[in-house]
């Protein structure tokens, strides 16, 4: 199970790194005003998601459960982060079709890439928690 939710992880980076390269390109770190999600927030749950991941690689190499709920730990603050940018986004994606709004960054999204990183990143965290859990181990 550790490796499944390390492939999932890995995905889940893939996606995120597609929304946070779209999100730059479109201005949303060199002009805040560009943008309805902060940058610390942002590049926080990036930064963290990325610790939690090298956290889960050793944990799998050297099979040290402490390890394990450190990498979970981690997870934790990276989804609210990005449930709260998910609430951010939202409205900007149902303004999408007026012109009253300004144009977000984060306008850009495609509705694919945040959903599959969303549900990915959920399971992602189902499996390292029940792989800390133990639950499947032999």
Sequence with gaps: MGIAALILWLLTAVGGAVLLGIWIAKGGARQPSNSHLPAPVVFGHFLLAGAGLIVWIIYLVVDNKALAWVAF??????????????????????????????????????????????????????????????????
């Design 73 to 138: 730990g981690l997870l934790v603050p990276v989804a609210l982060l990005g449930f709260a940018m998910l609430l951010r986004w939202i409205p900007v994606y149902r303004a999408r079709a007026t012109t009253e709004t300004p144009e977000a960054a984060e306008r850009h999204f495609p509705v694919v890439a945040v959903g599959g990183h969303g549900v990915l990143a959920v399971t992602t965290v189902v499996l390292v928690l029940l792989t800390a859990l133990g639950v499947g181990a032999s």
